[in-house]
């Protein structure tokens, strides 16, 4: 989501050091959904202000933080395989 797009959706001000955690909090955090999100990050920041996401905010981390471990885990186990398909069926054998 754009800042200009958060910007249409609530009816509060934002810094651009807050829109950052709210960038964080809408990308990450795992209450805010895939499909409604943008609704409920601008309710919650009209609602109850910057001190929602700025609680929010440690959660949305760590959650980031484990989606790049298992991104990087996953790549991890790609590369695994492919070693193992070439020991498997080296070429030329």
């Known amino acids: ?7 249409g959706l609530t009816k509060r001000d934002f810094t651009d ?4 955690a709210i960038e964080t909090v809408y990308t990450f955090h795992p209450a805010i959904s895939e499909t409604e999100g943008k609704q409920q990050i601008a309710s ?5 202000g910057f001190r929602i ?11 980031k933080e484990y989606e790049e ?14 070693k193992y398909r070439e020991l498997r ?4 054998a």
């Not at 989501?1 to 910007?7: H, I, L, S, W």
């Not at 050091?17 to 950052?20: F, L, Q, S, T, V």
């Not at 919650?44 to 109850?48: C, E, K, P, Q, S």
């Not at 069926?89 to 030329?92: F, K, V």
């Open 17 to 20: 050091a807050e829109y950052d």
């Open 89 to 92: 069926y080296p070429i030329g």
């Open 44 to 48: 919650l920041y009209d609602t109850f």
């Open 53 to 63: 996401i700025a609680d929010m905010l440690p959660t949305a981390i760590k959650a």
């Open 1 to 7: 989501m754009t800042k200009q797009e958060f910007k």
């Open 69 to 82: 471990q298992i991104a990087r885990k996953k790549h991890e186990l790609e590369e695994l395989q492919e």
